[in-house]
């Protein structure tokens, strides 16, 4: 079955059908202020921290059926009785003849015909201005004139989410509806609490006369509270009640009489729902946006902010999905997941559990560094400022309060203990952003580190650059008993929890990559004295692992707290793992026969055609020695299930080995653009990648969960983009050195780098898959796959010929 499909033109996907296996999302402003959008209307909203400033109530857990948010009711006179619906399918499920969500960049457009009106709604947030526009277009199809009223409608959150749940006496006491008459009926409806000093206050207007109102949730759903949003009592009243709650579940349903419409006439409301702490200066907001010149220019505005960012890389292969996924939604997910971290989802419910995270937020900002590496330097700053002074980091940080926790969910809070990956990470990052951006002057830019006096004061700062270097000395510092650096409380790998003194072998190869980064930074910078301190570390680690880390045709995954391995023959379950194998090549620790070895391992245990699986088999039955991850059943999650995030850490490792059909067969396999025609069995969206797939030691093989957030977007875009297509930054230039199928006759690239335009062309006459034997720039023949920075502004031709 299909329930959509894709126009490259507009860079949409346009769902065709609102009943989708379950909700399929899409963002719409950021952090600062915005949510997500669900295919039928719902929204979940917040400003600056999903659990204590939340705005709309979007509860996922109930039935896709139920109302979520916010909704548009629509009502029209036939024979002199109402008849209600809602145009976006939920809550009233009417029949309809049409429909259509146009899931778009920070916009979703719904259109739907039912009952002889056609409603477009646009939702969308500013650039520059926060608040939710839904801008309503209706037009009567009928034939005939017909009289109708517009009531828009949202159901509040407390401010502090969480308390929705478990406070039901404080909470429904606090919540407060109000209503400012402006002269010409154009009302604005208040909802607020008396909560802080800065009380904030949300509200819902409109650019049209609203000619009654109702904020108590009870008495719009009439019948004492037992009437329905399916069918809202109140709504076959001729006026709204116009009560302004003073406690219990505060909402906003506005009825806009429009009167009557001709055949063929079309109206259009412009609704904005916001949250202001200056009253005054948010009026002569709500004024502008309440010009639809103004509405269609903040449109146009944010479609060219996402055009330009689209533009900075672009591809052209044989193969239509690779140049969709890759020009289009991949970098769209990309920038979802660098404003949004593991916050806010349909599956990370932004409650309080997930805040920014360390290690993922530094994956998720080297896939935009191609693109607007300067939209990372900010995040660079806030991320190292919970790095602690002996060279780990904090797990993850609320942004609103920069509070820190070392974990996530509060059991670590009390363990001397540390993730043995976290602080590694952002080595690469900033590496990345070095080489996209030349602006050296980061390194230098003084950042606290996480400990503070009783007064609040951090008691220590240092430049970034010597954050950089006690990320590495604290990993070359706490190592096990096989010289392999210590697991902490997990690795990248989250939910394997060994007991205290596990060595990580991922741990090894990530602080080899970090490594060669800083080796090759260092190098650039003309500090020889640390270059050779950090090569001596890097052979160190490189001998370590492969004494005591090779199982004979593939890598280990751990040893335990006894020195026992993990990820080997000798284990029953997890006997291999994957990240084993690609990172200990993506080190370059595995030397070539090792590595195609292990490669050739990973082929045979762990590839399905839905993708790499983390580890097989699965373990079965919770042990308290193995921790999270054993209490998935076997094929799930991190369990044995194909996550995706691992598996372009595999398609990497191919085309280092240079392997490039392969490398892209294993692209194609997760690419979930390729699952559209049959999704009922993946069910989740086919514009995203979803963190993982169900294994194949699961009766549901191929069902993905958990979509939009996940580092699966950063890395299948740099495979794509860096290995598979070849064009990486590096200090001095740009490097093409592409690894392609071997059918490919030729691809070409269009990259933004360092102010000028290269425009290459890869020709590979010999059908091969890697190495470049000549290249011409701007017509001239060069002796190297390296073009030079031009810093010019203009567009260089670049040939390069495979061979
Ligand atoms: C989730 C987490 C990430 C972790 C991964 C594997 O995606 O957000 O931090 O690395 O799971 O466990």
């Not at 850490?649 to 997760?670: C, M, P």
């Not at 010999?766 to 060069?782: A, L, P, T, Y």
Request: include cysteine; hydrophobic fraction near 35%; proline fraction near 4%.
């Amino acid at each position: 079955m299909k329930y959509g499909y894709f126009n490259n033109e507009r860079k949409e996907y346009v769902i065709t059908n609102p009943k989708t296996p379950v909700k399929w999302t899409n963002y719409i402003g950021g952090l600062d202020f915005g949510g997500l959008i669900d295919q039928t209307g719902g929204a979940l909203l917040c400003k600056g921290d999903p659990a204590l400033n939340r705005i709309v109530k979007y509860i996922p857990q109930l039935p896709a059926s139920e109302l979520k948010g916010e909704t548009l009711y629509i009502r029209i006179k036939k024979n002199n009785e109402y008849v209600v619906f809602s145009p976006f399918y939920v809550p009233t499920l009417t029949p309809y003849d049409y429909y259509e969500c146009r899931v778009g960049n920070g916009y979703s457009i719904i259109t739907s015909e039912i009952l002889g009106i056609r409603t477009e709604v646009t939702i969308f947030v500013p650039m520059d201005s926060q608040r939710e526009i839904r801008d309503i277009k209706v037009t009567n199809i009928s034939g005939e004139a017909i009289e109708m009223d517009i009531i828009p409608f949202v159901e509040y959150t407390h401010f502090e989410a969480m308390k929705q749940f478990n406070n039901a006496d404080w909470v429904p006491q606090t919540m407060q509806s109000q209503c400012i008459n402006e002269a010409d009926g154009k009302r604005v409806i208040k909802q607020f609490a008396f909560m802080r000093k800065d009380t904030n206050v949300n509200y819902f207007t409109s650019n049209y006369p609203i000619a009654s109102f109702e904020t108590d949730r009870k008495i719009f759903l009439g019948d004492n509270g037992y009437g329905t949003f399916m069918k809202p009592l109140s709504l076959f009243q001729e006026e709204l009640s116009n009560y302004e709650a003073l406690r219990e579940d505060n909402i906003v349903a506005a009825l806009h009489k429009m009167g009557q419409l001709e055949p063929n006439e079309t109206k259009r409301i412009i609704t904005q729902l916001g949250q202001y702490t200056d009253f005054d200066y948010e009026m002569t907001e709500i004024e502008k946006y309440r010009d639809e010149k103004c509405v269609d220019e903040a449109f146009i505005k944010l479609e060219n902010h996402w055009n330009n960012y689209l533009s900075k890389f672009q591809v052209k292969t044989p193969d239509e999905d690779f140049n969709t996924l890759v020009n289009i939604h991949n970098p769209k997910q990309c920038m979802t997941t660098k404003n949004w971290s593991r916050f806010l989802s349909l599956y990370q419910l932004g409650l309080g559990v997930r805040g920014i995270g360390f290690r993922d937020t530094s994956q998720d900002l080297i896939g935009i560094m191609g693109l607007c590496a300067d939209e990372s330097t900010e995040m660079i700053g806030k991320l190292l400022s919970i790095q602690r002074r002996n060279g780990c980091a904090m797990h993850q940080f609320y942004p609103l309060t920069m509070e820190a926790t070392k974990g996530e969910s509060g059991e670590m809070e009390n363990r001397d203990d540390f993730y043995g990956d976290d602080h590694l990470w952002i080595v690469q990052t900033v590496c990345e952003y070095l080489k996209e951006s030349a602006n050296y002057d980061l390194l230098n830019k003084v950042v606290p580190f996480y400990e503070k006096d009783s007064k609040d004061k951090p008691l220590e700062e240092a430049t970034i650059l010597e954050h950089l270097k006690r990320a590495i000395e604290f990993t070359h510092d706490n190592k096990g008993r096989h010289g392999i650096p210590l697991l902490g409380f997990a690795d990248w790998n989250d939910c394997v929890n060994l007991p205290k003194t596990a060595e990580s072998i991922f741990n090894a190869n990530l602080y080899g990559k970090a490594l060669l980064e800083m080796m090759e930074l260092m190098t650039h910078l003309g500090d020889e004295e640390i270059v050779n301190k950090y090569k001596d570390y890097y052979d160190e680690m490189k001998i370590a692992v492969n004494e005591n880390c090779w199982d004979g045709e593939w890598y280990l995954r751990y040893f335990d707290h006894e020195g026992k391995p993990l990820g080997s023959k000798v284990n029953e379950a997890g006997m291999i793992y994957t990240n084993a194998q690609s990172w200990t090549i993506m080190s370059g620790f595995a030397d070539e026969q090792r590595a195609t070895q292990s490669l050739e391992s990973l082929n045979k245990y762990l590839n399905t055609k839905n993708g790499i699986k983390l580890s097989y088999p699965g373990y079965n039955g919770f042990d308290p020695n193995l921790g999270g991850v054993s209490t998935y059943p076997p094929g799930a999650k991190e369990n044995g299930g194909i996550f995706l995030h691992s598996n372009p850490w595999v398609i990497i490792a191919e085309t280092l080995v240079g392997n490039g059909d392969r490398a892209f067969q294993y692209y194609q396999q997760i690419n979930p653009i390729l699952k559209n025609d049959n999704i009922d069995e993946f069910e989740v969206e086919p514009y995203v990648f979803p963190q993982n797939i169900l294994g194949d030691e699961h009766p549901q093989f191929g069902l993905g969960r958990n979509s939009w957030l996940s580092g699966t977007a950063s890395w299948v875009y740099q495979a794509a983009t860096k290995y598979i297509m070849g064009v990486r930054a590096d200090y001095d230039g740009l490097i093409i050195d592409p690894c392609i199928p071997k059918a490919w006759d030729e691809v070409s690239i269009i990259k933004e780098f360092k102010n000028a335009t290269y425009n290459i062309t890869i020709k590979n006459p010999n059908h091969i898959s890697k190495g470049i034997s000549r290249m011409e720039i701007d017509g001239k023949e060069v002796d190297t796959n390296k073009a030079p920075i031009f810093a010019d502004g203009l567009v260089h031709n670049i040939v390069a010929y495979m061979g």
